[in-house]
């Protein structure tokens, strides 16, 4: 009993280590470049929800398990899934909030609750290891892809 105590709480701590740990990533950008590729950020964040989705079904198949192998892998795949949710929070809330999504943009209000959507799916995405939640995540952005067409960009150098 006590053994076991002493590896929930390592893996709690291990856990709640790595939530702190979690640096903000800085999208792409908060100084007036000119450079965007609002395209490729979508693709990003479709390609972040494909990770969060891996990792959720790494999960499922680790629960139950009580080797410190599993222990060990379980919390790596919890780690990757909050990592990459919240690099799609970010890449909404620094990027696309900041940069993209204007008062002045005839569809404002109908652009908000879209962007806002990705943010509350991936949040859901942390919080849950169901598929639906990750489901719901690439449902949001792939709404968001018509807004940001792929498109030729002209370099400047």
């Known amino acids: 009993m006590r053994g076991y105590r002493k590896l929930r709480t390592a893996l709690l ?93 005839k569809d404002y209000l109908e652009r908000l609750v879209k962007h806002h959507a990705v943010i509350i799916a991936a949040m859901k995405v942390k919080q849950n290891v169901d598929l639906k939640y990750v489901e719901d995540l690439k449902k949001c952005i792939e709404a968001l892809a018509g807004y940001y067409p792929e498109h030729e960009h002209e370099h400047r150098h």
């Open 13 to 105: 701590l291990a856990v709640v280590a790595a939530a702190v740990s979690i640096q903000k990533v800085n999208a792409h950008c908060q100084v007036p470049c000119g450079i965007y590729d609002d395209h490729a950020r979508v693709a990003a964040m479709l390609e972040d929800a494909a990770t969060a989705e891996k990792a959720v079904k790494e999960i499922a198949g680790l629960a139950g398990k009580t080797d410190a192998q599993s222990g060990n892998q379980l919390i790596r795949w919890v780690m990757n899934k909050e990592k990459y949710a919240q690099s799609i929070i970010s890449t909404i809330s620094d990027y696309f909030l900041t940069q993209r999504v204007k008062p002045s943009q």
